[in-house]
């Protein structure tokens, strides 16, 4: 190699999805400067789906038959020599009553570790795939669209305004799902597809009523198989980027009047494929007809797409154009409203929460990820309020776990419930006593993150926001927090004072609160 000359440092990788009716792996090489570029693309169809949605099990010739295709793969990763591979599975696995087991013969009989992710989990890595694959993404969500995120197991409807996500849906209405639920009944009418629609309505028009009802949505992004072959081999039109909802509408009248084999038969399309592509197109009218949607972009992206977009983030620095995390912290202030917290308050301990972790960052050994961590938590604290009065932090507590949060882990969620939870302990809790869904370090990290939350409820204890502003400075064993206020201080002075012993125990310095008047 010549002097000077630096070579660029691209990675192999494989993104595997077990999904509900089909397996399937990506490889790409990926690297810093261009991104990530894809080599192969395997799948195999398995309705893994079929099992575990009427049976609520997968059955173990399912299971020796994944296995089977699963070293297929390990294979066909060693043919590329990956550096690294991400397995997930979806609904079906995560449903699944002896998932556990599952995830234990995979390992042992092909040596890969799938990993079960959560609805929330899911779908944030198809916002990923869809961000980065369109070009034009940035351009339709300001223009205002709702991604139609159809799966086997469920569909998630999510809308953005004005480039931001204010509202995200899930309904376990997914095409496999639907088909598999209603097979039965499929005899004993004439009509079947007047019971898919009935089916499909019931909970479409309750999305409509709380979710879509005041939402201007011009753009449909439309993620799933179905749509994808819509536009693939259904519609006649050369442009494979969107339809328009006059054609969508004409390829919908033509479909209804067909049988899922002759659908298959007149158009190439796997025969599985075609069982599900009318109650699919059922749900797409259902939102055409809810919406002012002009068009339906198919954006060629999908969930290995988002995990070679998660994996190039974490491992490249890599960096998409849109803030996801924008989006997260809208739509946590939207649920804020929804659950009538004092805006005020909210916003002041929010500020406070804040400061005092950025004057805190050197000395408490936190990183960004967990200051948004700690602001959603603070917007969240009073959120059980509307609940009940009397025990508010633990109805809290109950509501944020509940609650689907795109963009955050299961494990992440657990945390923000549990900053809201320990801000109200009045001693440092014990792990083992606790024993919450998060490791032992993860659990250090929350118990600090509660100190800051409860320390900045102490600053505004009197839900005046008399506090503009504070400055921190570490001195000794003293923690300086210093306030611009007008106002008189004593009752958050006296707060800060008295719960000053278990923050002095978490980070070894005692909390001082002192006032520069502000003129």
Not at 50 to 72: A, H, P, Q, W
Not at 350 to 376: C, T, V
Not at 479 to 498: F, H, N
Request: proline content about 2%.
């Amino acid at each position: 190699m010549k002097s000077g000359v630096k070579i660029m440092a691209i990675k192999t990788f494989a993104a595997i999805e077990v999904g509900s009716s089909k397996l399937e792996m990506k490889i790409y090489e990926i690297s810093k400067k261009l991104g990530f570029r894809e080599l192969d693309h395997v799948r195999y169809m398995i309705a893994l789906g079929v099992d575990t949605y009427t049976r609520g099990f997968i059955s173990y010739e399912m299971v020796n038959e994944l296995c089977d295709v699963l070293k297929r793969f390990r294979l066909k990763m060693g043919e590329y020599q990956i550096d690294d591979y991400t397995a997930v599975g979806g609904s079906a696995l995560r449903e699944a009553k002896n998932r556990d087991m599952i995830l234990d013969q995979i390992f042992i009989k092909t040596g890969l570790r799938v990993k079960i992710i959560s609805n929330a989990e899911q779908r944030f890595l198809v916002f990923k795939s869809v961000a980065y694959k369109m070009k034009n993404f940035e351009q339709l969500i300001s223009e205002g669209a709702a991604i139609v995120d159809l799966g086997s197991g469920s569909l998630q409807v999510s809308c953005f305004e004005d480039g931001i996500l204010v509202s995200s849906q899930n309904i376990k209405l997914g095409s496999l799902r639907i088909r598999e639920i209603l097979a039965g009944m499929e005899g004993h009418t004439t009509s079947f597809v007047d019971v898919m629609e009935d089916y499909i309505g019931n909970d479409m028009r309750t999305l409509r009523r709380l979710r879509l009802k005041n939402q201007k949505i011009s753009h449909m992004i439309v993620v799933g198989e179905e749509f994808s072959s819509i536009v693939n081999y259904v519609s006649m039109t050369k442009n494979k980027e969107y339809l328009t909802g006059e054609q969508f509408n004409k390829i919908y009248n033509k479909l209804l009047k067909s049988s899922p084999a002759e659908i298959a038969d007149k158009y190439g399309i796997p025969y599985e494929l075609a069982t599900v592509i009318i109650p699919s197109s059922i749900i797409y009218k259902k939102m055409l007809d809810f919406t002012t949607v002009e068009k339906l972009w198919e954006p060629q992206s999908d969930m290995c797409d988002g995990l070679a977009v998660d994996y190039s983030e974490q491992s490249e620095k890599f960096v998409l154009s849109h803030s996801f995390e924008k989006d997260i912290i809208n739509c946590i202030r939207i649920m804020t409203k929804k659950f009538e917290s004092s805006e005020e308050h909210i916003q002041n301990v929010e500020m406070l929460a804040l400061q005092l972790f950025d004057g805190m960052k050197r000395i408490s050994g936190l990183n960004s990820r967990h200051r948004l961590l700690l602001q959603l938590a603070a917007m969240l604290h009073d959120c059980g309020k509307y609940v009940t009065m009397s025990d508010s932090i633990r109805a809290s507590y109950h509501l944020i776990r509940l609650t689907e949060i795109i963009g955050l882990s299961e494990t992440e969620k657990d945390m923000v419930a549990a900053i809201v939870l320990y801000n109200s302990y009045t001693e440092i809790p014990d792990y083992e006593e606790e024993n919450p869904n998060m490791t032992k370090e993860e659990f250090i990290a929350v118990i600090k993150m509660a100190a800051m939350l409860r320390m900045g409820n102490s600053m505004d204890r009197s839900h005046k926001q008399k506090i503009e502003s504070i400055r921190i400075s570490i001195k000794e064993h003293e923690l300086k927090i210093t306030a611009q206020s007008l106002y008189d201080l004593t009752l958050e002075q006296g707060t800060v004072d008295a719960r000053h012993p278990m923050f002095e125990e978490i980070f070894g310095l005692r909390p001082v609160l002192r006032q520069k008047r502000s003129l």
